[in-house]
């Protein structure tokens, strides 16, 4: 599977607005992990902006990345609203190509999980590598890998609200082992039950020891792994890797 056939979840970018535009964790986390003012901060799989746009407000030259254009028109709309003189780029991270390096990458989201293979993940390190100066820090969150969680197939129901229709969502979640890829598909249906569509995304997970091992593969030191973006220590049942990098200088 390409990366670019993965993407259809985010074809609404006012719905995803809408259910993530609220959450505000891991840009506060950012915030208390900026370089000096004015420096250059990249956000890879920007979105809609959502972290991009905080940090450009504290007077950060930003830019940011995402594959996906409507986002990005979603994002470059937003920027125009508040006056925040931002790079938006369509590029793909495993590829970058950017007129810029900077002192700090992130990448939140979880959108580390989209690199589904070894291959995939070696290339996006490259390229971060590659934009971030000696001594820059690359922050990025993936899902922890519970074994107790992905051993069986998940199927369960949410109610959404969409231009003022009740909605309801059928989620299913199928964990490959070999791969290690979650396929989720959501389904939704009007209130009388009528289909109104489906879209899915595939997600890899990889582990503690073996994210480890690709960070020194790749230059760069691990100088924290938290549990959320709260901060709390990273243990066996965290939701999540929240980790902050250090490349090494050359």
Not at 66 to 71: A, R, T
Not at 150 to 177: F, K
Request: glycine residues 8%; negative net charge.
């Amino acid at each position: 599977m390409k990366t670019t056939d993965n993407l259809e979840i985010y074809n609404d970018p006012l719905q995803y607005d809408r259910e993530y535009g609220g959450y505000d964790a891991d840009v506060r986390f950012i915030l208390g992990h900026l370089p000096p003012a004015g420096s250059a901060v990249i956000d890879l799989a920007c979105g809609t902006g959502r972290i991009t746009l905080p940090v450009a407000e504290a007077g950060y030259e930003v830019t940011g990345v995402d594959l996906h254009e409507g986002m990005l028109e979603r994002a470059r709309e937003k920027a125009a609203e508040q006056g925040l003189p931002i790079r938006f780029l369509r590029q793909d991270c495993r590829e970058l190509d950017l007129p810029v390096s900077a002192p700090l990458i992130v990448m939140a989201g979880n959108s580390f999980q989209h690199f589904l293979t070894n291959e995939d993940q070696d290339r996006m390190m490259k390229s971060v590598r590659r934009h971030l100066e000696p001594g820059g820090r690359f922050i990025f969150d993936t899902r922890n890998p519970v074994p107790s969680e992905l051993a069986e197939p998940d199927r369960y129901e949410e109610q959404s609200e969409t231009d003022g229709r009740q909605i309801r969502e059928v989620h299913t979640e199928t964990y490959e082992p070999i791969t290690q890829i979650l396929h989720c598909t959501t389904e939704r249906f009007a209130e009388d039950g009528t289909p109104l569509g489906q879209d899915a995304i595939s997600l890899r997970y990889t582990y503690p020891l073996e994210l480890e091992r690709l960070l020194r593969q790749h230059g760069f030191q691990l100088e924290g792994m938290y549990g959320d973006w709260s901060g709390r220590p990273f243990v066996a049942g965290s939701g999540q890797m929240v980790c902050v990098c250090r490349r090494d200088k050359p």
